[in-house]
């Protein structure tokens, strides 16, 4: 899977869109792009996935640059309930394990 | 969607027993299953690979003969934490993706999490 880097923390106000990057800018032609999050003390949920084009979903967007060397998730109205660790990961859908980063630990405030 | 089940959600022991942590889809069938373990404020590390009906494929550094695993049905993995120590204590995640579905649509689903705590 490719390295992916985003940034360890974010602040986001409730009711407020939370834009959170990810960069991967060595990601290979056949790798998808997965977004999961880590609510303190429990497993993780997936969000959104995508290869080339934007994505939307009920939970979030995901917008993919043309040259898929970044992307970000979008929360469109976050709430208090969005706050948990958000992980980007690059992955080619090899059917191997999911390798997580440190990912962004996003914190929406009242 | 898509369930997977892990118990017990917490448990605690003594030093030197041993621990059974299992992970089931509740509505899927898995012929592959992940196991990850997360130290506190640290990211999900995987452990092992459990592969139904045949041995599981550990990480570097992982022990195969500490970390017990089983994966003796399609719906069903175990995790034994044997002759536990406190260092082993953490929080032990597994995850599971249907089988039946295509790998470039299915996302992998993940259990609630097992704490561990060796006393």
């Known amino acids: 899977d490719a390295k992916t880097t985003q940034p360890p923390s974010m602040d986001c106000a409730e009711g407020r869109a939370a834009n959170l990057p990810c960069n991967h800018s060595?990601?290979?032609?056949?790798?998808?792009v997965y977004w999961y999050r880590q609510i303190h003390s429990q497993g993780p949920q997936y969000i959104i996935h995508?290869?080339?084009n934007n994505e939307t979903n009920e939970m979030a967007s995901l917008i993919i640059t043309e040259d898929r060397k970044s992307s970000t998730l979008i929360l469109p109205h976050a709430t208090l309930r969005d706050t948990a660790v958000y992980y980007c990961?690059?992955?080619?859908?090899?059917?191997?394990?999911?390798?997580f980063g440190k990912g962004t630990s996003l914190l929406v405030t009242p | 969607g898509a369930v997977v089940s892990q118990h017990p959600s917490r448990v605690i022991c003594k030093s030197g027993t041993s621990v059974k942590i299992e992970c089931r889809s509740l509505?899927?069938?898995?012929?592959?299953m992940f196991w990850y373990r997360q130290f506190p404020k640290q990211s999900l590390m995987l452990m092992a690979t459990?592969?139904?009906?045949?041995?599981?494929?550990?990480e570097q550094g992982v022990e195969k003969d500490k970390f017990l695993i089983n994966h003796a049905s399609l719906t069903l993995s175990t995790l034994t934490v044997t002759s536990a120590h406190p260092e082993d204590s953490s929080f032990y995640i597994c995850?599971?993706?249907?089988?039946?579905?295509?790998?470039?649509?299915?996302?992998?689903?993940f259990g609630e999490g097992s704490r561990l705590t060796v006393l």
């Open positions: 509505d899927f069938q898995a012929t592959t």
């Open positions: 995850s599971a993706r249907d089988s039946k579905k295509d790998t470039n649509t299915g996302e992998l689903f």
């Open positions: 459990s592969n139904e009906g045949s041995k599981a494929t550990y």
């Open positions: 060595t990601i290979s032609g056949n790798e998808y």
């Open positions: 995508g290869l080339k």
């Open positions: 990961i690059a992955h080619s859908n090899s059917g191997y394990a999911l390798n």
